[in-house]
């Protein structure tokens, strides 16, 4: 049983955190460094992701990049192989990377469905499924996927990427029921409004901004910071009898 001081450390640990180069993945990777995880960021751009991994460096943390493009699970086992050759094998998994294309109904392609559906649902399941087995030889760890407001609700224009953050919820609980026996935890942030670029078309518009903020039980929409606490507990020693849940970070906006 962990002390409660060390609940949250994450010392010794290995943390994979892909769509790492931006937004929400990038400050869940700066989250798990500064409680002691070594970690590595995935993401397919180059100088983005350099930078990022710098600036962990520059805080303190022990980090490292890998370049990869998701597009193809297949490819999920030589990404968790590499991974491992840094640091040792992963046993956190943030699975942060995604799209959503704001597509109207009527413009939805068989390809632009397909490849939301890949990237926000494939992806981290060929990715978790990848990192189970160091795991279980770790002797546990932990998967945190990306679900959303729309897993529970319809926005316009978000009828795909809706679909694949639905299927992230019950994804999370088929995890759950799979792997919690070896010590493997899986859950799901569902984020509310933040701003990265994923919510950039969004916060473009002031109105709309305004409109979603005054939408919440707090009265703001989200800042970067505030995913760093559960980042950290879900990662950590603290959530170890919590499974196949998803915990929404969205300022009361579900509440409403």
Same mark, same amino acid.
């Given at each position: ?33 500064? /409680? ?46 590499? /991974? ?28 632009? !469905?397909?490849?939301? @559906?890949? @990237? ?12 189970? /087995? ?32 639905? &299927?992230?919820?019950? @994804? ?6 799979? !792997? ?36 919440? /039980? ?32 969205? &300022? ?5």
């Amino acid at each position: 049983m962990a002390e409660p001081a060390t609940l949250f450390d994450l010392g010794g640990r290995v943390a994979l955190v892909t769509g790492g180069s931006s937004g929400l993945g990038r400050r869940m990777g700066q989250a798990l460094a500064q /409680a002691g995880a070594a970690v590595v960021l995935v993401a397919r751009r180059a100088p983005q992701l350099a930078e990022a991994v710098a600036a962990l460096k520059a805080e303190g943390g022990t980090a490292a990049g890998l370049v990869r493009d998701l597009a193809d699970p297949a490819d999920m086992e030589a990404i968790v192989r590499d /991974a491992a050759g840094l640091f040792g094998a992963p046993d956190i998994l943030m699975n942060a990377a995604g799209v959503n294309l704001r597509e109207a109904p009527e413009d939805i392609t068989p390809e632009s !469905w397909q490849r939301t @559906l890949t @990237l926000n649902l494939g992806v981290p399941f060929f990715l978790a499924r990848a990192c189970v /087995a160091g795991m279980r030889g770790k002797g546990g760890g932990r998967i945190v996927n990306i679900a959303s407001l729309q897993s529970q609700r319809a926005f316009p224009n978000g009828m795909a990427y809706g679909a694949s953050k639905g &299927g992230v919820v019950q @994804l999370t609980r088929a995890m759950a029921e799979a !792997w919690s026996r070896d010590g493997i935890t899986a859950n799901a942030i569902a984020p509310g409004f933040f701003p990265t670029e994923l919510t950039e078309p969004v916060f473009q518009d002031a109105a709309r901004v305004a409109a979603l903020a005054a939408q919440t /039980a707090i009265g703001r929409n989200g800042r970067l910071e505030d995913i760093d606490g559960i980042t950290v507990f879900l990662a950590s020693a603290a959530s170890a009898y919590i499974t196949g849940q998803v915990v929404y970070v969205d &300022g009361g906006f579900m509440a409403k």
